[in-house]
């Protein structure tokens, strides 16, 4: 797992860096919410994409300090609904799901093709991912006892599934499932969250247009008629 995870990323970025450097561009890192916090049954998983983060935080700076032009993204998905849970080798002998909530993969990829044109040294995709940074960084020990009750049930429905079912662990199995996984009743479709992080300018200016506008309304039944509600309205 760590040859695929942390090292297939880390050796991507050697491969991509003297293009990047000429091109000024962006590396896009997918690592993981769990990059921050290790659940139960996925430790080895966890670890890789601490891994990752970490390996990249110390990649900015030293680009950074050499004024290389080569930004880095790191992205912190939370659960997307992708066929990996239909093809992915488990040992519970039940069906494996992404721990709610779930988006579906389009507003994630969004997410990251923003990355590629405006970057963000790293974005959490989804509001289930940062809840579980803000829950880390404030609590840790509240995280546990959360995992503790739900840190298994959450990764599984109660459907049966054989430990020996077909996998894609060393070798692909046939087909194109689609970009979409078996959950698609259950996916959310936007994400409200990612979207104002995003566009906070836009979402800023939204904002401060309509308060300027209540205020205005508000002026002429609030002010009184004189020199200083005139002004009021000017500025307003």
């Known amino acids: 797992m760590f040859d695929v995870n942390s090292f297939g990323g880390v050796y991507g970025y050697w491969a991509a860096l003297p293009e990047l450097r000429a091109s000024r561009g962006t590396f896009i890192q997918i690592a993981s919410a769990l990059s921050y ?3 139960p049954l ?11 983060r970490t390996f990249f935080e110390s990649a900015r700076v030293e680009l950074e300090k050499q004024n290389a032009g080569v930004a880095i ?6 659960a997307i609904n992708t066929p990996q849970f239909d093809r992915a080798r488990q040992k519970v002998g039940l069906q ?3 721990v709610p909530p779930i988006y579906q993969p389009e507003p994630f990829a969004n997410g990251v093709l923003h990355c590629c044109e405006h970057p963000v040294r790293e974005l959490p995709l989804g509001w289930g991912a940062q809840k579980l940074l803000w829950g880390q960084k404030l609590s840790p020990r509240a995280g546990d006892l959360v995992l503790l009750r739900t840190g298994w049930k959450g990764q599984h429905t109660e459907e049966l599934k054989p430990t020996d079912s077909p996998d894609n662990l060393f070798e692909p199995l046939p087909g194109d499932p689609g970009p979409h996984g078996r959950f698609d009743d259950r996916s959310r479709r936007t994400t409200a969250w990612t979207w104002l992080r995003l566009h906070r300018g836009r979402a800023g200016a939204a904002l401060a247009l309509g308060t300027m506008g209540l205020l205005a309304g508000c002026s002429g039944r609030f002010l009184p008629s004189d020199g200083m509600s005139q002004s009021w309205r000017f500025w307003s």
């Open 96 to 98: 494996p799901q992404p």
């Open 37 to 39: 916090r290790g659940i």
């Open 42 to 52: 996925q430790a080895a998983y966890c670890s890789t994409k601490a891994a990752l």
């Open 73 to 78: 993204s790191v992205i912190l998905p939370g």
